[in-house]
């Protein structure tokens, strides 16, 4: 078996595209795109960030949203990812987006992105982002039997290989039930 080399790259799948959205002090929604992010406890969401509008924002509000990027959104979501809030106040409007305020937090839902973790800020230390999930919302469109259904929810992945973005396939198997015939 011949494998071919990459070198140190931040390279592995999938790789959801994470859509970050905040108030500034006036109350003005604002939403950058990011790749980089996982959760990393039952109530935590870790992502590795520079300095943006977005991070300006969280450490005046203390909160943020965190929408899973869809098929049929992803110019918007692509949008707000190579355009600067610190140049164009108004990306969010012009990236066609509306914001509904969280219940939960002080950060902006994304009405056009049905899926949401509502987060408020434990720490952004070394460009690393910890926020605590305080809620999971999700619009009814794209629920089924009560559960979100990621036929209807149709979100994408991050491609970092090819630079591209990719939906997500279909079900292959039953999570913690496929193993069993091994034992």
Request: contains cysteine; negative net charge; aromatic residues 10%.
């Amino acid at each position: 078996m011949s494998r071919m080399n990459f070198g140190a790259k931040p390279f592995m799948y999938p790789q959801p595209v994470l859509i970050i959205a905040t108030y500034d002090e006036n109350g003005i929604p604002n939403a950058m795109n990011a790749a980089w992010g996982i959760t990393t406890d039952f109530k935590e969401i870790s992502i590795s960030l520079s300095e943006h509008k977005t991070t300006d924002n969280f450490a005046k509000t203390g909160a943020f949203t965190v929408s899973m990027a869809t098929e049929e959104y992803v110019a918007a979501c692509d949008y707000v990812g190579i355009e600067s809030g610190r140049n164009v106040p108004d990306k969010f409007v012009r990236a066609g987006f509306h914001a509904t305020k969280s219940e939960f937090v002080n950060a902006p839902l994304i009405d056009e992105l049905p899926l949401a973790l509502e987060c408020k800020v434990k720490s952004f230390d070394d460009g690393i982002l910890i926020g605590e999930i305080v809620n999971v919302s999700a619009d009814e469109r794209v629920i089924t039997d009560g559960k979100v259904d990621m036929n209807k929810l149709r979100p994408i992945t991050f491609d970092p290989f090819n630079n591209v973005y990719m939906g997500i396939g279909e079900k292959v198997a039953d999570a913690f039930s496929a193993g069993k015939s091994l034992k």
